[in-house]
């Protein structure tokens, strides 16, 4: 018992550990430029997405380029592909300074803060919106723009403080989701793969049927002319030895007449072609 209480608490040492080693770079990154932030954000992104089931490079590209009508090239941090050749693009672009700052700050502060980062999250929409994802003319018109929050607090208080602004957001075609609701969209989109694979192989497994049913109707044209072949072949096998040993006169016979007549040979026909052959003389 001492030593099973040992190692448990040894593991708990280390998750808190690692707990602690964890919050110090999240720490980091809300306090470090926007840059930072948004690495470490695309760095949450993309340990959803390899959770998820996906594919990279296949169900899922990370920074794309691509070019836009007038020109002008944008590169989306992820392009999620749907069946049908739909796709969907996520943002993981949100600066979370002002969620810091209002976790850090004093009371009289924090509502100051909580209103900046409400409205930084507004900003994103808008900055989002007007980047028109639509008009890229070389992959499909996305529906929607996924905009990630890497942390679940920092959305939920968010949208305690502002009640539409989850709704404000989907009517511009931009859904903001965090790590969990994202990783829920994304098994769905793995599941949707899954179902259109299965249908593609019901579509192959009948495409297959069809064309081993077609090769197995030829086979047994192919088999029938054989054994018409083989009919025929046994009907003339038939009459050239009637020719050979039946009725008066026969070949068989004749050609042993000779024998006996004193026709030198080596060889001797068999005695049952002969016995026929004198049958068929008497």
Not at 32 to 46: A, I
Request: proline share 2%.
């Amino acid at each position: 018992m001492h030593s099973a209480l040992k190692e448990q608490l040894l593991g708990l040492k280390d998750l808190n550990q690692q707990m602690a080693k964890e919050a110090t770079n999240l720490t980091k990154a809300l306090k470090g430029d926007s840059k930072t932030q948004g690495n470490w954000g695309e760095l949450v992104l993309e340990r959803v997405l390899e959770k998820s089931g996906l594919e990279k490079d296949r169900e899922y590209f990370v920074q794309q380029n691509f070019q836009r009508e007038d020109g002008s090239r944008v590169m989306p941090d992820v392009v999620l592909y749907l069946p049908d050749n739909k796709k969907m693009i996520i943002d993981s672009k949100v600066s979370l300074t002002d969620y810091e700052r209002m976790v850090n700050a004093d009371d009289d502060e924090r509502e100051l803060f909580l209103k900046a980062h409400v409205n930084s999250i507004k900003k994103h929409v808008d900055q989002l919106s007007e980047k028109n994802y639509q008009d890229l003319y070389d992959i499909e018109s996305p529906d929607f723009v996924l905009m990630f929050i890497p942390i679940e607090p920092a959305f939920a208080v968010a949208v305690n403080e502002d009640n539409a602004l989850y709704n404000k957001a989907f009517e511009k075609n931009i859904v903001i989701v965090t790590p969990s609701t994202l990783l829920a969209t994304l098994r769905t989109i793995d599941s949707m793969w899954n179902n259109e694979k299965h249908q593609q192989n019901a579509i192959e497994i009948a495409k297959q049927a069809g064309a081993l049913y077609d090769k197995f109707e030829g086979l047994v044209l192919d088999l029938t002319s054989v054994g018409k072949k083989i009919d025929a072949a046994k009907s003339d096998y038939s009459s050239a030895m009637n020719k050979l040993v039946e009725g008066k006169g026969n070949l068989i016979g004749r050609v042993e007449k000779l024998k006996k007549m004193g026709a030198k040979a080596k060889k001797s026909l068999p005695d049952n072609i002969l016995k026929r052959a004198e049958n068929s003389e008497n």
